[in-house]
């Protein structure tokens, strides 16, 4: 809420020291584009793929550890008591390896995410400078920002058509 009284004394602020009518500003919803932008839906698709064959492995790692720990319980009285623990450290060494891979796949899911919004973001955010140069906009806010806007004020659909031409598609890099 103090944000958008912020931007709201800015405009007040901004309107006040200038002619009204010379000053000239548009909207744009940030949350739509992402939401419906064509290279934000390839990703995402991307990335569900990925998550898919991530949960997939976790799980296939989870059940070869409790197999592996049945085992290791079958052959308690069977082992001498240094063998067994050196197989219960084996075991644990390879739980902690599969635990450290799950959390470096997260890791990597999470910045190719991050990567992939990041560079939706600073596309719109050039489509919108260069459309505010075009069309002599003072100002381009978010629409989230404020409280009221004319609708013909809003860019939205502009600023996604420009995007889906410029970026049809996104390849998504989780890496390794």
């Given at each position: 809420m103090n944000r958008t009284f912020g931007i709201t004394c800015?405009?007040?602020?901004?309107?006040?020291?200038?002619?009204?009518n010379a000053f000239t500003m548009a909207t744009v919803d940030m949350?739509?584009?992402?939401?419906e932008a064509s290279a934000a839906k390839s990703a995402k698709l991307q990335l569900d793929s990925k998550l898919k064959e991530?949960?997939?492995q976790v799980k296939k790692t989870e059940t070869e550890l409790q197999?592996?720990?049945?085992?290791?319980?079958?052959?308690?009285?069977?082992?001498s008591a240094d063998v067994f623990k050196e197989k219960v450290q084996a075991f644990r060494e390879k739980a902690a390896n599969a635990q450290k891979d799950v959390g470096t796949k997260r890791m990597k899911l999470r910045q190719a995410f991050e990567?992939?919004?990041?560079?939706?973001?600073?596309?719109v955010i050039t489509i919108i400078a260069k459309m505010s140069q075009?069309?002599?906009?003072?100002?381009?806010a978010p629409s989230t920002?404020?409280?009221y806007t004319k609708p013909s004020l809003d860019i939205t659909n502009d600023v996604l058509q420009q995007l889906?031409?410029?970026?049809?598609?996104?390849n998504v890099n989780v890496g390794g």
């Amino acid at each position: 809420m103090n944000r958008t009284f912020g931007i709201t004394c800015a405009l007040v602020a901004l309107l006040g020291a200038s002619n009204a009518n010379a000053f000239t500003m548009a909207t744009v919803d940030m949350q739509r584009i992402m939401a419906e932008a064509s290279a934000a839906k390839s990703a995402k698709l991307q990335l569900d793929s990925k998550l898919k064959e991530f949960q997939a492995q976790v799980k296939k790692t989870e059940t070869e550890l409790q197999k592996s720990d049945q085992e290791l319980v079958k052959q308690r009285s069977l082992l001498s008591a240094d063998v067994f623990k050196e197989k219960v450290q084996a075991f644990r060494e390879k739980a902690a390896n599969a635990q450290k891979d799950v959390g470096t796949k997260r890791m990597k899911l999470r910045q190719a995410f991050e990567a992939s919004i990041g560079t939706i973001q600073t596309r719109v955010i050039t489509i919108i400078a260069k459309m505010s140069q075009e069309r002599n906009y003072d100002m381009v806010a978010p629409s989230t920002q404020l409280l009221y806007t004319k609708p013909s004020l809003d860019i939205t659909n502009d600023v996604l058509q420009q995007l889906n031409k410029e970026l049809p598609s996104m390849n998504v890099n989780v890496g390794g």
